[in-house]
């Protein structure tokens, strides 16, 4: 009788032990294979071993800060610039006009797409801020050849090779870092400086061609301090000592998003293709850049040196939602609630150009184009979204592709929202600008909400693991540093939490 409660037993606790197995691979529990982790591992290990204190990660937050976040700004800046000189150029004789300019426009977008994915896999097999500082050289010298031709042909080719070489900016930074600085910056400054060389009078050059010459020339100056100092990974960073290194890991290990790793997965490409909040960023992404392929390319006020320096306090503006969204996000850590702020100035802007078209109160229709283009952060927002709601390196890179393809195909429509027809109101334009954002509004709470009831579930999932397993505080944490750096996607790895 004995010998039979023993057996019983026996088989009860091996259908347990194989019950909890299930569960620890279902959760990302099971037996983890190092060789298969983030590079970081070679270098801290799969458990913390070494703590910093505050004021060692204080010092080292200053010292990155002085490097990382300036370059970056840099190299955000000079895309903007380069992406927004046509429309530019379109003031200070561009030979290129109508559905032409149209076309010129649409052109970047093309090479965007087309080089997307291509673009993206092979950064990952290769050093980012290297193949990123070489891309930024290349199109600097792209951008130096507008000034070489007033051919509609090579214009296109010179377009549509410029976006090949700008589709690798974010998702090399968005894995180098997880928010965006100084792009407040860009706006303002690319307008006065356009403004400026729209007053030169010489014959030597038309006015457009200085302005490519001179962007150019910054790219490839912003190209060449990111080949000599933007850091790739902390694993390689060579600005900082070994001990900084691991300093910098540990201080990003209970974040569990990972670092670089050089082999792609299929199976985190499947995760993220049947992710639904894979779509939902993909949609959310169209229905933002599809406004914004209209506004960079087109003016829907006239064309003159006045344009210019009206434009700027749209961009002091911009500039101030940016910064604003920016805090917010980290202060309250809410990604979606930021994007409402940008959407909603925007979608008022349009509905008073809609609703007082043709009024005498310049004023307020003034007010509501420097209103306008506050979406403009809601962008860089949804970059931030990916960077802290995706585990796993290949499914981010993976998401990080399909947003910037997006991205590229709502310009490719946005550049033929305004219609030479239309003007000079562009009801229709504006109206469907208008109706995109309204819709963005609700994908953005639709996302929120999955976030957070992710979030419960996870938490349920880890209190009711915890339970069974019997485990303290302090060993959840060590459990939480093991799978750091396993590369594991964020649906695959219990302690990951979601940024709503």
């Known amino acids: 009788m004995s010998s039979e409660t023993s057996a019983v037993k026996n088989l009860d606790e091996v259908e347990k032990s194989s019950q909890l197995e299930n569960y620890d691979d279902k959760l990302g529990l099971g037996s983890l294979d190092?060789?298969?982790?983030?590079?970081?591992?070679?270098?801290?290990?799969?458990?913390?071993t070494v703590h910093f204190s505050e004021e060692y990660n204080r010092k080292l937050r200053r010292k990155l800060d002085l490097v990382i976040p300036p370059i970056?700004?840099?190299?955000?800046?000079?895309?903007?610039l380069d992406k927004t000189s046509l429309n530019y150029a379109s003031i200070m004789g561009f030979p290129i006009v109508n559905q032409n300019y149209n076309l010129v426009s649409m052109a970047f977008y093309l090479g965007y797409l087309f080089w997307e994915f291509p673009t993206v896999y092979i950064s990952q097999k290769l050093r980012l801020a290297k193949y990123l500082g070489g891309n930024i050289v290349v199109w600097g010298i792209l951008l130096m050849l507008h000034a070489s031709t007033d051919n509609f042909g090579a214009f296109f080719a010179l377009r549509f090779l410029l976006g090949m070489c700008?589709?690798?900016?974010?998702?090399?930074?968005?894995?180098?870092?997880?928010?965006f600085y100084k792009k407040d910056e860009q706006a303002l400054f690319g307008g006065f400086v356009a403004y400026?060389?729209?007053?030169?009078?010489?014959?030597?050059?038309p006015p457009y061609k200085i302005i490519y010459i001179l962007l150019g020339g910054l790219a490839v100056v912003i190209g060449i301090i990111v080949l000599?100092?933007?850091?790739?990974?902390?694993?390689?960073?060579?600005?900082?000592?070994?001990?900084?290194?691991?300093?910098?890991?540990?201080?990003?290990?209970?974040?569990?998003g990972g670092t670089e790793n050089k082999k792609f997965k299929k199976d985190q490409v499947i995760e993220a293709l049947t992710d639904p909040r894979t779509w939902l960023v993909v949609l959310s992404t169209?229905?933002?850049?599809?406004?914004?392929?209209?506004?960079?390319?087109?003016?829907?006020?006239?064309?003159?040196?006045?344009?210019?320096?009206?434009?700027?306090?749209?961009?002091?503006?911009?500039?101030?939602?940016v910064i604003f969204c920016g805090w917010y996000a980290d202060k309250k850590n809410e990604r979606m609630v930021p994007i409402v702020f940008a959407l909603i100035p925007t979608i008022v802007g349009a509905a008073i150009l809609i609703g007082m078209n043709g009024s005498s109160n310049k004023g307020v229709l003034l007010f509501a184009t420097y209103i306008i283009g506050t979406f403009g952060s809601a962008l860089s927002t949804i970059y931030a979204y990916?960077?802290?709601?995706?585990?796993?390196?290949?499914?981010?890179?993976t998401i990080n592709a399909m947003t910037m393809a997006t991205f590229s195909i709502g310009n490719i429509i946005g550049t033929e929202i305004f219609q030479p027809k239309d003007a000079p109101a562009y009801i229709p334009g504006k109206t469907a600008i208008m109706v995109l954002l309204i819709v963005q509004l609700f994908v953005s709470f639709l996302l929120r909400w999955i976030n957070i009831r992710l979030n419960r579930k996870r938490k349920a999932h880890?209190?009711?693991?915890k339970a069974q397993r019997g485990w303290t505080d302090d060993d959840v944490q060590k459990e939480r540093e093991r799978h750091a750096f396993a590369d594991l996607t964020d649906r695959q790895n219990i302690f990951f939490v979601y940024t709503c």
Request: charged letters at 15%.
């Open 34 to 48: 190092t060789s298969d982790g983030d590079a970081a591992l070679q270098l801290v290990g799969a458990q913390a």
């Open 72 to 80: 970056s700004a840099a190299v955000y800046f000079c895309q903007y």
């Open 166 to 179: 700008e589709s690798c900016v974010a998702p090399c930074l968005i894995l180098i870092i997880s928010m």
């Open 196 to 205: 400026g060389i729209s007053f030169y009078a010489g014959n030597a050059l």
């Open 228 to 256: 000599i100092w933007l850091p790739d990974s902390p694993v390689n960073a060579s600005m900082l000592t070994k001990e900084e290194r691991i300093a910098a890991l540990e201080r990003v290990r209970n974040d569990q």
């Open 286 to 321: 169209i229905l933002t850049s599809i406004p914004n392929g209209a506004l960079s390319n087109c003016n829907i006020s006239p064309r003159s040196k006045q344009t210019l320096i009206l434009s700027t306090p749209g961009g002091i503006i911009g500039s101030a939602m």
């Open 386 to 397: 990916n960077a802290s709601n995706t585990g796993g390196h290949t499914k981010k890179v």
């Open 462 to 465: 880890l209190a009711d693991l």
